[in-house]
């Protein structure tokens, strides 16, 4: 049985900004929420992954922490950078037809170099495989993450409808992109602590 705790942190940690929610809403303006939906299932699919992968490999895992903590925190943030980019320049009629959204895959994959999920994840099994098996911490994972992540991509599903204008369209692309920038620089201040 899961600890209510699970619930509050699993939905805390899930619904709070952070790169994938940002993607999210950026993606929802952009694309809709249809076309948004598979690099949300993504999202979850690779959290789900990371947290197996976690339980698995925990003991190893934690030994390599010290070791892998700031290249992986790099690789991410240099990640995000380009992902900020990416998201600035989404506005710009020109880049509209090159433009796509994730894919499943693509969700998936992004979590490997994201912090906050591998916070996330690894906390999860850390804390809440000592009481219920890894399946049903991964079930529950799941069920309270997708909803969550929904708001967000659902979010800017329904901002993208008032952002029809280019210069609103660049405007709001442009905050999402400053916004991931500074959660990057924060997360290499913190890296360097």
């Not at 899961?2 to 809403?25: C, E, H, K, Q, R």
């Not at 690779?46 to 790099?74: E, Y």
């Not at 850390?126 to 890894?134: E, F, I």
């Not at 280019?166 to 997360?187: D, G, I, P, Q, Y």
Request: charged share 10%; with cysteine.
């Amino acid at each position: 049985m899961l600890d209510p705790s699970f619930f509050s942190y699993v939905t805390v940690m899930s619904i709070t900004p952070g790169p994938n929610n940002l993607m999210l809403a950026t993606s929802g303006v952009n694309f809709g929420l249809r076309r948004t939906l598979p690099m949300m299932f993504g999202i979850t699919l690779g959290c789900a992954l990371q947290m197996i992968i976690a339980s698995l490999l925990l003991d190893v895992l934690l030994s390599w922490m010290s070791v892998i903590k700031l290249p992986l925190t790099m690789l991410g943030c240099a990640w995000l950078v380009w992902l900020s980019w990416k998201i600035f320049r989404a506005g710009a009629p020109e880049m509209q037809e090159k433009a796509r959204p994730m894919s499943v895959l693509g969700g998936a994959l992004f979590q490997a170099v994201n912090p906050k999920a591998w916070l996330m994840t690894c906390n999860v099994m850390l804390v809440y495989t000592a009481s219920s098996s890894v399946v049903t911490v991964v079930a529950g994972f799941a069920l309270l993450n997708l909803p969550c992540i929904l708001l967000w991509a659902a979010a800017g599903n329904r901002l993208g409808k008032h952002l029809q204008v280019a210069w609103k369209l660049r405007l709001f692309n442009s905050v999402m992109a400053l916004s991931l920038l500074v959660t990057t620089l924060w997360m290499l201040m913190e890296a360097f602590r």
